[in-house]
């Protein structure tokens, strides 16, 4: 054990076979659950079935199944789980906190407090069941919007404010400060269960048009984590020493903030705020590769976060059975037990952060 | 025995069900017109035959009135009122909490629902408290309200306690949700106002849900009208109910309901809307489940199934075509969305919100019921304009 902890820490220099293997490894897993994730729902489908409708001669319902609901659902569960990983990762190490994840910011409370307007808010003035015409993107554009105040705010506290536990501090107060509670004392009940089952989080709700913008802005987002891989190499070391070698702390965190919070952003309008992937992953990932490198760690954990979140995704629909479980009660039930694990080695990781 | 008013009344709750099971088959013995020569006989015993949460019996100088599971979940709950005309005298032993002095002169409803029943009896100056003004639909108490006649009281959490005190009605009619609500009620209680459980919603039986306008009767002391309503609908909704199963042989499939995301929160077959579906001459698509609830279904689970339906009703409150596209544009790929056999239960709402169907709907099954029919078999009917339906387009 002694000799993990040292190279979890001191190395910079990951051993090639090792990495050699797992990648391929990943990259396989990813497709494996990603055809399971097609293969595998509510409704029992045969594999040639679904060989036909993929090939277009099958008929109508389960066509519609697989490539209106089943398909576009694998892509957003790949795309959520590499966006919320990625995220948490560049959060963690930013942060030098191994409980840092892509929400640290406030930006899911933000996002929640823009549906609660839309949802709670306006239950005061119309009827309990109007939620229900209200379309798909009036939520994704409260989400958004509440997303991109709390993400201003904090990209202009990190320009100014010194010391990054200060902006940690001020993130995590932003999140339990910005309080939907009141607005949820005041509402009706019919509103409530939907804001509820918003913050449960649901992956199927995408149409084509959607999952094009929600592709767009994850992109986006992994070109600003990519291009950030030497800042957060030197984060590494602490933000004094960082700065002494020469990076410009302001610039980087504001490059990181940016990306993380569109990354975060995007998933949480679309999708809800879905919980415990983004903090969970970077911990699987850094088990996995057993390195600090953000040149290895981000791939890896690009592979691991889609990877579980598939997995979480296929379980969530209880394939054989009538219901589906939120998503959330899937990521809660295989991340809680990751992050407890990591709090009771914490000391082991010490050397990381 | 008073030691144990639980057990006491569900075996009294028991025993009335064996005596109306009895006299259901004796009922439909005789021919459908000698119902209204009955009524009086019944009304010595129990006259509670289609309704499962309440009974009513008649004693005297008093009528018994036990109210049972009044919200969904509720196990072994019993609510139990002694009616007592005004100015009599109450019988010794009886708790005065649990005594109602009827007639009542001054009601606080927390339902719609409520509000249609009491309008039937010609009662409807004693309502003054409502529960959401906004949700009102009927003129003449859009119009009190306006007056200042009728107050709004707020609702849940939110009960304007102060100002409930100072209406201080004879009776404060709630509607369960939950355990929950035992809270607010339990202030209520504690300020001295009497507060009865109105569980109408829960009967899954569309004439027992029509039936509790014989509390309201006994409330009012107009026990032979509330008799003469009720029958009159039993009258009408059993004679359609015939004409409908002689005149029809298909039974075309029924989709009820919208998604939220990717779960479809399903009615199960054991319910209110179920029942009526089946009367209409219609195949609701999911009536072998069983719940007491609405039961959530997995997006393509019901999307699948929902392929087969011939016609989707109770559409939310969706008013257009379009707004189901907007809330998930795979619904358009429905043959029935295709077909256009879409209705929705909202063609008398007004511009706040407020549906007549929940608020006179519960009274009126026999006018559902016909809506419903009509839908589903469009050549059944000579007349074929809906009541509370509209076609969406």
């Known amino acids: 054990m002694k000799t993990e902890y040292l190279t979890l820490t001191a190395t910079f220099q990951p051993s090639r076979t090792r990495h050699r293997l797992i990648f391929p490894g990943l990259i396989l897993l990813v497709l494996i659950f990603f055809i399971l994730d097609i293969l595998l729902g509510s409704v029992s489908l045969e594999v040639s079935e679904v060989i036909t409708a993929l090939s277009g001669t099958a008929d109508t319902g389960v066509e519609t199944i697989i490539m209106k609901f089943r398909i576009p659902k694998a892509i957003t569960a790949t795309v959520v789980g590499i966006a919320l990983s990625l995220s948490g990762l560049q959060m963690q190490t930013l942060f030098r906190n191994p409980m840092a994840g892509p929400y640290v910011l406030g930006i899911?409370?933000?996002?929640?407090?823009?549906?609660?307007?839309?949802?709670?808010?306006?239950?005061?003035?119309?009827?309990?069941?109007?939620l229900k015409g209200l379309g798909n993107w009036s939520l994704v554009a409260a989400s958004w919007a509440g997303a991109g105040v709390i993400m201003i705010v904090m990209l202009f506290l990190a320009s100014r404010v010194k010391d990054i536990l200060t902006v940690l501090i001020i993130g995590i107060m932003l999140s339990g400060g910005i309080s939907v509670s009141i607005m949820q004392y005041f509402s009706h009940e019919t509103m409530l269960k939907a804001y509820v089952i918003w913050t449960m989080g649901s992956l199927g709700n995408l149409t084509a048009s959607?999952?094009?913008?929600?592709?767009?802005?994850?992109s986006a987002g992994?070109?600003?984590?990519?291009?950030?891989?030497?800042?957060?190499?030197?984060?590494?070391?602490?933000?004094?020493y960082a700065g002494s070698i020469g990076l410009n702390i302001r610039f980087s965190r504001i490059i990181i903030f940016t990306g993380t919070s569109i990354l975060a952003g995007s998933i949480t309008a679309f999708c809800g705020p879905i919980g415990f992937i983004g903090i969970a992953v970077p911990h699987i990932a850094r088990i996995l590769f057993r390195t600090s490198d953000h040149k290895i760690l981000i791939p890896g954990t690009i592979l691991t976060g889609s990877a579980v979140m598939l997995l979480s995704d296929i379980i969530s629909q209880m394939p054989g059975s009538d219901n589906v479980l939120p998503v959330n009660s899937i990521t809660a039930l295989m991340g809680i037990p990751i992050v407890i694990w990591v709090i009771m080695r914490n000391r082991k990781y010490s050397g990381i952060f | 025995?008073?030691?144990?008013?639980?057990?006491h009344a569900s075996y009294r709750y028991l025993s009335t069900m064996c005596l109306s099971s009895l006299l259901m088959i004796l009922m439909s013995c005789s021919a459908r017109n000698e119902t209204k020569r009955n009524n009086s006989d019944l009304q010595e015993?129990?006259?509670?035959?289609y309704a499962e949460?309440?009974?009513?019996?008649?004693?005297?100088?008093?009528?018994?009135?036990?109210?049972?599971?009044?919200?969904?979940?509720?196990?072994?709950?019993?609510?139990?009122?002694?009616?007592?005309?005004?100015?009599?005298?109450?019988?010794?032993?009886?708790?005065?909490?649990?005594i109602l002095f009827v007639p009542l002169q001054k009601i606080i409803c927390m339902s719609s629902t409520h509000l249609s029943m009491i309008k039937a009896l010609d009662e409807e100056h004693t309502i003054t408290g409502v529960s959401g003004a906004g949700f009102l639909y009927d003129r003449t108490l859009i119009y009190r309200f306006e007056k200042g006649l009728v107050k709004d009281v707020g609702y849940d959490d939110n009960l304007n306690k102060e100002l409930i005190v100072n209406i201080s009605p004879d009776l404060v009619m709630v509607y369960g949700v939950g355990s929950e609500s035992l809270g607010y009620i339990g202030k209520i209680k504690e300020l001295g106002i009497k507060v009865l459980y109105n569980a109408d919603y829960l009967e899954t039986d569309p004439l027992g849900r029509a039936e509790w306008i014989k509390l309201f009767g006994a409330l009012y002391c107009k026990e032979e009208l509330a008799e003469e309503i009720f029958y009159s609908i039993v009258e009408e909704y059993n004679e359609l109910k015939d004409y409908i199963t002689k005149n029809t042989n298909i039974k075309p499939t029924v989709l009820l309901g919208l998604p939220f995301k990717d779960t479809w929160f399903i009615s199960p077959g054991n319910s209110y809307i179920s029942r009526m579906i089946s009367d209409a001459g219609g195949d609701y698509l999911w009536i072998d489940t069983r719940s007491s609830v609405s039961i959530p279904f997995g997006i393509e689970n019901v999307f699948i199934k929902a392929l087969d339906a011939d016609?989707?009703?109770?559409?939310?409150?969706?008013?257009?075509?379009?707004?189901?596209?907007?809330?998930?544009?795979r619904l358009e790929a429905l043959p029935c969305f295709k077909n256009g056999n879409l209705y929705n239960n909202n063609k008398r709402s007004n511009s706040k919100g407020a549906n007549d169907y929940w608020e006179s709907g519960s009274l009126k099954p026999q006018i559902i019921l016909k809506d419903i029919a009509s839908i589903l078999h469009p050549d059944l009917f000579s007349d074929t304009e809906l009541f509370y339906y509209r076609k969406l387009d």
């Open chain 1, 210 to 218: 959607q999952l094009n913008v929600l592709l767009l802005s994850v």
């Open chain 2, 53 to 98: 949460r309440f009974t009513l019996v008649r004693n005297d100088g008093y009528s018994k009135l036990t109210i049972t599971d009044p919200w969904q979940g509720a196990e072994d709950v019993t609510q139990v009122w002694y009616l007592i005309r005004r100015g009599s005298v109450a019988p010794p032993g009886i708790d005065p909490q649990n």
């Open chain 2, 1 to 7: 025995m008073n030691s144990h008013p639980v057990i």
């Open chain 1, 222 to 240: 992994i070109i600003l984590s990519l291009l950030s891989v030497k800042m957060l190499n030197a984060l590494l070391l602490g933000e004094n």
């Open chain 2, 311 to 329: 016609y989707w009703l109770n559409i939310g409150s969706v008013n257009r075509k379009d707004e189901i596209s907007a809330i998930d544009l």
């Open chain 2, 45 to 49: 015993n129990n006259g509670v035959f």
């Open chain 1, 108 to 130: 899911s409370s933000g996002a929640s407090l823009g549906v609660a307007f839309i949802v709670l808010g306006l239950s005061a003035n119309i009827s309990p069941d109007s």
